[in-house]
T-cell receptor, first 113, second 114 residues
Framework: QKEVEQNSGPLSVPEGAIASLNCTYS??????FFWYRQYSGKSPELIMSIYSNGDKEDGRFTAQLNKASQYVSLLIRDSQPSDSATYLC?????????????FGRGTSLIVHP | ETGVTQTPRHLVMGMTNKKSLKCEQHLGHNAMYWYKQSAKKPLELMFVYNFKEQTENNSVPSRFSPECPNSSHLFLHLHTLQPEDSALYLCASSQRSGSNNEQFFGPGTRLTVL
């Protein structure tokens, strides 16, 4: 049973702070990792992808991957109230196997002014 | 706009009605998915189609019937639903293989069963 674990939150941070969202996964051979943002009542929107160990930066967002620890995180710098949403972690299985991702339950982020 | 469209965006139906949800993707993907998301609950994978063939059916009740006539279109036929089926129904598409196999979601259909 593939599992992707996220703290459901809510995680509350003040505006301008760094928000740190974490995700752990059980399938050691997983290859691709994605972060989606979902506003209330809306569909998930892809914001970051990461495939190799280390950091990947895109604007205010940084994804961090540690395959040895089976851990992927998303950092949001200079958090804004508009970042308030649920963040979903998705983990894709190894190449050659199933192509269907496993989603975590999501972490609710609240950025207060 | 993600390249995945869904209609209708909102649907209210009685338990005896029959309705269909439609999804269309313009991304050239070869896999399409139906998800259900109830209030404050995680995504639940319902069905997966790969090149028009159903590859997953996650123990979904038979009152939900999917149809995939080609790799760009996906339908979800609904009949004799229950109030607990009220939820956001999301369609997604992706490439089946390769490293860039992230999913792109449509805007969803908000379904209310009376």
């Amino acid at each position: 049973q593939k599992e992707v674990e996220q703290n459901s939150g809510p995680l509350s941070v003040p505006e301008g702070a760094i928000a740190s969202l974490n995700c752990t996964y059980s399938d050691r051979g997983s290859q691709s990792f994605f972060w989606y943002r979902q506003y209330s009542g809306k569909s998930p929107e892809l914001i970051m992808s990461i495939y190799s160990n280390g950091d990947k930066e895109d604007g205010r967002f940084t994804a961090q991957l540690n395959k040895a620890s089976q851990y992927v995180s998303l950092l949001i710098r200079d958090s804004q109230p508009s970042d308030s949403a649920t963040y979903l972690c998705a983990v894709h299985p190894p190449s050659g196997g199933s192509y269907i991702p496993t989603f975590g339950r999501g972490t609710s982020l609240i950025v207060h002014p | 706009e993600t390249g995945v469209t869904q209609t209708p965006r909102h649907l209210v139906m009685g338990m005896t009605n029959k309705k269909s949800l439609k999804c269309e993707q313009h991304l050239g993907h070869n896999a399409m998915y139906w998800y259900k998301q109830s209030a404050k609950k995680p995504l639940e994978l319902m069905f997966v189609y790969n090149f028009k063939e159903q590859t997953e059916n996650n123990s979904v009740p038979s009152r939900f019937s999917p149809e995939c006539p080609n790799s760009s279109h996906l339908f979800l036929h609904l009949h004799t639903l229950q109030p607990e089926d009220s939820a956001l129904y999301l369609c997604a598409s992706s490439q089946r293989s390769g490293s860039n196999n992230e999913q792109f979601f449509g805007p969803g259909t908000r379904l209310t069963v009376l």
